[in-house]
């Protein structure tokens, strides 16, 4: 039986996002649903029988909530009614309030907390930010009411999105692109630590090249591969003026394979977010990442971080903003590589059984199954 049109829309995310593209999307496609994907980019495409369509517009700023919105309206009414729009951009709401106003099948992808992330973004006026985050705190309890399902990525914003129709989708890695930990033995690899992300002050950068020049000031040898784009790009000029930049390996943008590659030849994985309640419902997704790779981590103590890296012994949590601190940890985990390679195999024995992608989609599926049944 050919089963519904699924069309993932986004003002903001790149079509080949990896929670919308590698995951989601190409799940629903191995289900047997056709899958579309309306984001922004320079020009329509196929890649993998996914159909991605272009939206043109910003997808930063103030204007990816009117320019870029309105044609998402546009793009989105072309289509039958027959179609499951996935939505996953909070600005997106109005959109889907409309659309299920015409008919159509809507989910919510809450990718993270947007009423806490509003009150830090240094972009919108300060005393907009606190009725911002009330409105989209209502925006998103009126979601709960009228859309088809709502898909968060924690539990701790399903506690607050509660309802049968919420469900919790972790952003795990995927158990395909790691279905082995080959790589180069891990006592034999060079003392390279890695981060790759969006490379922000909030995600540690600072601290990162810092620590890494403290361990070489020290004689202790050690480079920093980082791999992602820099936000703002200001930021990247900012960063090669500190002393600690020469010990950089700087790859920019990565493909899943390049990323895969630098892991089985790094030594320590780094996941350094600060501690704020704007992450305080977040997984870093890398963290998950360097434990499928069998690498342990170096990672901040923050709550949800620590009921994962902590019983299962994976790495060593520290503070974020101490410098020392971090380049302490770095520094132990390359002096004892028993221990460390140890770690790191706890990190993927809990990848393997629990922490990949693959369960998630179970879940993914069970929602599709519901919204697209006739009687629902």
Known sequence: MKRATVVHLSTVHHPRDIRIFHKEARTLQQAGYSVEIVAP????????GIQIRAL????????????????????????????????HD????????????????????????????????HWIPRLARRPLSRLFAYLEQRAVARLDGIVVATEPIQKRLRSPRT???RNLPLRAEFATDAGMPYAARAPLVVYVGTLTRLRGIQEMIQAVALLNEQGCPVTLH?????????????MERLPGWQYVRYAGWQT?????????????????????KHYSHAYPTKLFEYMAAGIPVVASDLPLIREIVAPAEAGIL???????????????????????????????????????????????????????????
């Not at 980019?41 to 993998?48: L, T």
């Not at 909530?65 to 939505?87: K, M």
């Not at 980082?226 to 900012?238: D, M, R, S, V």
């Not at 590589?337 to 993914?364: D, I």
Request: charged content about 25%.
């Open 41 to 48: 980019g320079e020009r329509d495409e196929v890649i993998e």
């Open 56 to 87: 043109k517009g910003p997808n930063r700023g103030i204007r990816r909530f009117t320019q870029t919105n309105r044609e998402a309206w546009r793009r989105a009414c072309a289509y039958p009614q027959d179609v499951i729009f996935h939505l």
């Open 90 to 121: 909070p600005e997106l709401l109005f959109v889907g309030f409309a659309l299920k106003r015409r008919g159509y099948r809507v989910i919510y992808d809450v990718h993270e907390d947007t009423p806490l992330w509003l009150l830090y973004q």
């Open 167 to 169: 469900i919790v989708v």
């Open 226 to 238: 980082l791999g992602g784009a820099f936000h703002p790009p200001t930021l990247q000029q900012e």
């Open 256 to 276: 899943r394979e390049a990323v895969q590659q630098v892991l089985h030849r790094a030594r320590v994985g780094l996941a350094l977010i600060h501690p704020g």
């Open 318 to 376: 520290v503070d974020p903003r101490d410098v020392r601190a971090i380049a302490e940890a770095i520094r132990w985990l390359l002096e004892h590589p028993g221990e460390a390679q140890a770690m790191g195999q706890r990190g993927r024995r809990l990848f393997l059984t629990s922490l990949h992608w693959e369960r998630e989609a179970a879940k993914l599926l069970a929602l599709y199954e519901r919204v697209a049944s006739p009687q629902s």
